[in-house]
């Protein structure tokens, strides 16, 4: 049998020790890791507050807290008589011909006269200030009818820039999403830029997660995430929310920041059905589960 050597089975144990150390030192340096509050807030991916376009009464309120309206439909209407009024105005003026009328028969009048007296010019019927005076009341009509045909293009500027202001008398939702606070009242007299409705859409999801440096570069763009609710909720539907939930890394900054040195990462939380509430507490799995 060989036999070993004191020194070299000392400088085994030292090696065997060595390791094990580095092991367990590895090994509190990821548990450590793995307790780094990677937590951040779930809100909704869209949320507004409404104001009034302009001074006046709320003739009508069409939605409820609590309703989904679609994008593009009417939640509520102010008073729009005065300026229905206006428009009516202006689509009259746009409509008017009678002055463009009016005035290429004029052109057709003193056309004919300019004509007639260089004919009588001709035959030495007419004087040379009576051609001039002839001509310029020809050209004065022509200028006449072209100023009429130019009010008629203001006009149709003026008739669209009275739709667009009785457009404004109806408010309408600015994407789909879910009516979450209601401020004001049917009659309500209202105040330029006045809180009227808050509007959220939660069919998606935002978490927003400062993470620490050491994770900077090691997750990626596009690419799915198990993400942590902190909170003890219910869903929806009244079942426990899940214990973890797939989000997908939208963003990631390309800067750390200085005093914290963490990093902004925006997780994306697809959420058709409306289940998962908006504004629980979310942290990051790190390491993440292995598939």
């Not at 009417?74 to 729009?80: L, Q, R």
């Not at 051609?131 to 022509?142: D, G, P, S, T, W």
């Not at 009659?187 to 069919?203: C, E, F, H, M, S």
Request: net charge positive; glycine share 6%.
């Amino acid at each position: 049998m060989k036999k070993i050597r004191p020194h070299a089975a000392l400088l085994a144990l030292v090696a065997i020790a060595i390791a094990a150390g580095f092991s367990i030192a590895q090994e509190n340096k990821i548990q450590k890791f793995a307790d780094v509050q990677l937590e951040g807030n779930v809100i909704p991916h869209h949320q507004v507050v409404i104001t009034s376009p302009l001074e006046g009464k709320l003739e009508n309120l069409l939605v409820q807290e609590g309703d989904v309206v679609q994008q593009g439909a009417i939640i509520a209407k102010m008073d729009d008589k005065l300026q229905a009024v206006s428009l009516r105005r202006a689509q009259f003026i746009a409509k008017n011909r009678s002055k463009l009328k009016k005035s290429k028969l004029a052109v057709t009048e003193y056309q004919i006269r300019y004509e007639q007296v260089i004919q009588a010019k001709n035959l030495n019927a007419a004087k040379e200030w009576e051609v001039r005076e002839k001509k310029a009341q020809f050209e004065q009509a022509k200028l006449q009818a072209q100023e009429a045909l130019d009010e008629i293009e203001i006009a149709k500027i003026d008739l669209k820039l009275e739709e667009e202001k009785l457009k404004r008398y109806t408010i309408r939702a600015p994407f789909r999403g879910r009516i979450f606070r209601i401020g004001v009242e049917k009659g309500q007299t209202l105040k330029p830029n006045q809180d009227l409705i808050v509007l959220y859409a939660i069919d998606q999801l935002k978490a927003e997660i400062n993470l620490p440096g050491q994770l900077f570069g090691l997750l990626k763009e596009g690419q799915s995430y198990w993400l942590k609710p902190t909170d003890t909720l219910n869903n929806a539907d009244g079942k426990p929310m899940p214990k973890r939930i797939k989000a997908i890394l939208k963003t990631a900054d390309r800067q750390l920041d200085g005093g914290s040195f963490t990093y902004r990462c925006l997780f994306m939380i697809q959420n058709t059905d409306e289940k998962l509430p908006a504004g629980f507490s979310i942290r990051l799995i790190w390491p993440q589960p292995k598939p």
